[in-house]
Nanobody, 116 residues
Framework: QVQLVESGGGLVQPGGSLRLSCTAS????????MNWYRQAPGKERELVAG????????NYADSVKGRFTISRDNNRNTVYLQMNSLKSEDTAVYFC?????????WGQGTQVTVSL
């Protein structure tokens, strides 16, 4: 049974930091590119960051470049999203995703709220 379980969301003030984690089970984690998406109220889900299976290559949405860092630990089957200098517009539900040809797995999401 495939599971992706996100954690680490919460309420933070503008300028603050959060670290999201996503722990995977039920598939060969080290073989999958991993992604973080987010969806704000009334908006479409958007890709925030992605990382290749070995962790060598990473990509980011322009809106988070220089503030967010994606990383992974294949020994722990976990992908992380370090979020610094948070802004109100980062408020969204953040989803972990594992995707490769023919397979597309999603977590349940974790809420991040940036507000005073």
């Amino acid at each position: 049974q495939v599971q992706l379980v996100e954690s680490g969301g919460g309420l933070v003030q503008p300028g603050g930091s959060l670290r999201l984690s996503c722990t995977a089970s039920g598939f060969t984690f080290s073989s999958y590119p991993m992604n973080w998406y987010r969806q704000a109220p009334g908006k479409e889900r958007e890709l925030v960051a992605g990382i290749t299976p070995g962790g060598i290559f990473r990509n980011y949405a322009d809106s988070v470049k220089g503030r967010f860092t994606i990383s992974r630990d294949n020994n722990r089957n976990t992908v992380y999203l370090q979020m610094n200098s948070l802004k109100s517009e980062d408020t969204a539900v953040y989803f972990c995703n594992a995707k490769r040809t023919g397979y597309d797995y999603w977590g349940q999401g974790t809420q991040v709220t940036v507000s005073l």
